[in-house]
């Protein structure tokens, strides 16, 4: 496996807009590998991947707790030879980006397996890093509908990750004019997470959502 994984800061640097980081996995071997994170001197979510420090930036913990839910139990991640995987992270879950400009920088520390069991050989390990500049300004609402667009989408995506993504990055920025979507979201395994999205994006249409579920 010549090239184990690499780290890339998305760039999207619109306020209110959902902020990740990528992280791309490349099996260049024959065999396939099983990927397992270990936490990092930057970690300070035990559910991610990878850690991420925004010097600068505010915390986020206390406003939005650790994301949008539930366990976060997971196994070591298969990837097949010829293949990549790509995993991301929400920054707004950690953070709060006002505008201005800041480096945000990023790190994984990485162990390939040669079987799917924590206890197999390690057949590579790798520490990852990586820092980006980006300048955060404010954005109209026609901009961020379609930076939203393909997110919203995503919640149709058959790869269970990929939904989960979509669903955290919705869930985490609260958009007004998501408030439909936002609704449906509380009809699903994320309903206790989109409680403080229906009140933050504050709508008629949320307000009366939570006044529904309030009188269940």
Known sequence: MSKL????????TWLANPYSVALTLSNKGNDPVWIDFKSTDLARFGCDDFAVEVPGAESAQEQ???????????????????KSISLRQL??????????VYAIRARAAIVAHAQ???????????????TLTVNV??????????V????????????PLRQR?????????????LEDVLIELAKTNYGFAVMTALRKADTQKTRDALSSDCDR
């Open 91 to 100: 920054l707004n879950w950690q953070f709060r980006l006002e505008t201005g």
């Open 64 to 82: 939005w707790g650790c994301g949008s839910g539930g366990s976060c139990g997971r196994g070591l991640r298969q990837v097949m030879p010829g």
């Open 165 to 177: 993504e979509a669903a955290g990055a919705i869930i985490e920025t609260a958009p007004p004019f």
């Open 148 to 159: 939203f667009k393909p997110i919203v989408a995503q919640l149709d995506s058959p790869d």
């Open 116 to 130: 799917n069991l924590f206890d197999s050989p390690q057949i590579s390990q790798l520490d990852v890093t990586d």
């Open 5 to 12: 994984g690499s780290l890339r800061i998305k760039q999207i």
């Open 137 to 146: 300004h404010r954005a109209n609402e026609n901009e961020l509908k379609a």
